[in-house]
């Protein structure tokens, strides 16, 4: 499991003014949770992912992946990072290689892994993110889509094979359809692969309503909510007092029941929104006359 143990983190410690972004954080994450990570502009989110791989260390407390802790040896710290892949905001901005292909199989060529092997990592990362090998493989990363470019940065993580996914604003940038397509494949990355667990940082209430199993909520460097996303969003006024609102849909049907509507006030998705209106309606039809159903007409 990844583990934070009571974690605090200053930036600058030295200064008298040093900035604490994290302030006693404890959070264990089990193999395939998706965890939905939330919070404010400065509320410690990507100080906290950093820590998960070892780009920022602890001020103090202890972060540990399978008993490994980001303090220890080179080896100890190289072996975190193939189990942790974080994809940071426009990460199609660290792609360098002239081809898809070459891109992908940077990281496990950096593992020295065996030509065949990475050549199979390369094709099962690109099918996972819905990428045609025979078709793309050659093609250079620049001339892409930021939909596609995106895919390809995500893939070049997944060929390290990690255990946990961390994914720093992965749809930043792109457009309602795009944001969908790339959440979608990361679902179903999550649903492929039982030991992944997927960490999303995301402003969106909509995305980790609907693909999160688990929410952790910071405010000023500490964690001030963690639960199911039914258990968060049930906490309507205190995500307020933090700068953070419900989803769209379920303020909606909130507003809807306060005029007198019986639908469900606890839907979080479009989906279930829809299902709770379509029942409310269905059963406020009038009842269609016996005769009329036989097509006969009085």
Known sequence: ?????????????????????????????????FLGLLGHTGSGKSTLVQHMNALNLPSSGQVTIYGLDTRGTKSQVRKIRQEVGLVFQYPEDQLFEPTIYKDIAFGP????????????????????????????????????SGGQKRRVAIAGVLALEPRYLVLDEPTAGLDPQGRKEILD??????????????????HSMEDVAAYANRLVVLDRGKIVMDGSPEEVFSREEDLEAIGLALPQVTKLMRTLRSKGMDVDPT??????????????????????????????HE
């Open 267 to 296: 839907a979080l998705t479009v989906d279930q929104a829809f299902q709770s209106l379509k029942s409310y309606l269905e059963a406020r039809r009038p009842e269609v006359p016996s005769a009329m159903k036989g097509g006969h």
């Open 109 to 144: 060529r950096n593992l020295k892994l065996e030509e065949a092997e990475i050549d199979r990592r390369v094709r099962r990362a690109m099918e996972a993110v819905g990428l045609d090998f025979n078709t793309m493989k050659d093609r250079s990363p620049f001339e892409l």
């Open 1 to 33: 499991m990844m583990e934070f143990k009571d974690v605090s983190f200053i930036y600058d410690p030295t200064a008298k003014d040093g900035v604490k972004a994290l302030d006693g954080i404890s959070l264990t994450i089990e193999d395939h949770e």
């Open 185 to 202: 494949e990361i679902h179903r990355i999550y649903e492929a692969n039982p030991s992944m667990s997927i960490i999303l940082v995301t």
